[in-house]
């Protein structure tokens, strides 16, 4: 089968390799319907995180269960299926305390960016449609494996709540899903920080209230304004830079919460700051399973439209090009069709 | 009027001043009945925070209005009153979210270690009893200026609910009236880490179920065994160096909040470790006055005895001793009688 490789920070690669056999019996073979390239990606690409050369990059996809291992009771072959980036029994202590991503038997699932994916722990991981969905829902659908849970979990972490004044930090794909979730979580305000007018469209039809484009001191006097001097309720930091944790810090009212959900690079927590205005700090891996079925809801009714994320939509042939898009801000998330 | 002053570090001194006197519409005096020694108050006895020679210092008190300004309206001469560490006006929207330690309007009170304090904001501030207190309940009144508040305040920061597991890191006044908190706040066990027979003794005293005198991974390690692997719930972190923080993190299960009311020195926050296990951290300076009616109620209904971590009560004039002995770890909390 073909699945995306990363050989050396900017050198991604489709090749052949073997597809992947079921292992363990709580394992399931996924057919791919749809991939995508996270922002997590990017990491590795920029050179940023450190890459064992020839290995398979990619853990976001939807697609249609090939085969199950024999522990694997509630999924077939056939069944259309959203899977989680980290795997999980849903069952340990972690799991039923709402920590999937810290599943004491999980992982995370991999060939998300080719033409089949292996999942490990099916049957806690998964969660299936009621038959197979319009090709049309696809891009929606695909972002519950990642990217709009994990936008929600930082809204969640952040405490948003109905009437709050929310501002979200970052206008990725993560960034903009957080709009949409303290949108649903009841937000009355949401400002999303952003300097480029695709993402603050998107930003809008998500339901930002406001857009604020300038950035560090200026972007803090902006929400100030915009907030009565206050500040705001809950801040989502959707980026992981040392300078977007500082921003989410300055423009907190104190008593508020800064939730984060991006892998912190080279961030100092200013735990003095903190103190002083009684700021928190909540968030980390998504625990994608523990939202799905409320999230898969408010996706399949069509309350909500995340996939809109989506503004690439290339064939998995081009990923190469795609990780180039995202690298230069030219595409927000690119969707891969095998 | 006699007052505590500090004049290097160690030099702590018993002097003449003048009483205060009203300067703004909103201050109060009131003639102290007692006055303690903060934890904080050790930071630059020890040297680790800057002195101002010749400053007073001290910050809890409770006594009896002696003369109000024109503001106040609430509070007449001769009421016996609970005076929060910090002042508040309890109306800007700061206070009325509930984080009057960052009141618009607010400070600190002074002259706490002496015969007259001046509090700022009085209105807003203080909290009155019905009529004058017993002296024995005049110990668990004084918590309420700021030990007690502070210790629930890290314990609702970690947000302890009922039939969690907590951990108190510290066993100062502060993580001893954490104990306190967290049992009151529901926790089905509270794991107080501590060395000192008789901190350890308190510590039962107000509920702890578990007591774990080793630290570092140690300590770690024990906590581990009584959770059962997991971890705890919540971790109230009450002393504010990067080792106790620390271990906090090490303790917290995934998903948890780390709560933490210790002025930090020289701690750097694990954040990648936050990250990779969701644990949080919230805290600061306690915003106490928004607890008081309901800590006074548990007090004057003699619910709960904070005054307890008061083993030692001396004359205001030896308050250089108060403090070598808290310094020494001799006295858990000293309180001053003036």
Redesign the interface.
Known sequence: MRVTTIHAAGDIRLEERPEPTIKAPTDAIIKITAGCICGSDLWPYRGENPVTAGSTIGHEMVGVVEEVGSQVRSFRAGDFVIVPFCTCDNTC??CR???Q??CSNGGFTTGGQGEYGLVGQAEGSLVKTDGMPDADLIPSLLTLSDVFPTGWHCAV?AGVKKGDTVVVVGDGAVGLCGVLAAVQLGAEKVIAMSRHESRQEIARAFGATHVVAERGAGGAERVKEIT?G?GA?AVLECVGTDDSMRMAFDIA???A?VG?VG??HG???P??Q????????????A?VRRYLPELLDLVTSGSVNPGLVFDSVIPLADVAEGYRAMDERRAIKVLLQP
Chains 1, 2 share one sequence.
């Not at 903190?274 to 891996?285: Q, R």
Request: net charge neutral.
């Open positions: 202590p972690h305390n709402g920590a991503s810290a972490s009565g206050v309720d009212r104190p008593g919460m984060f892998a912190p961030i100092t927590l735990v003095r903190m103190f002083d205005n009684n700021v928190g700090l909540a968030g980390g891996m625990p």
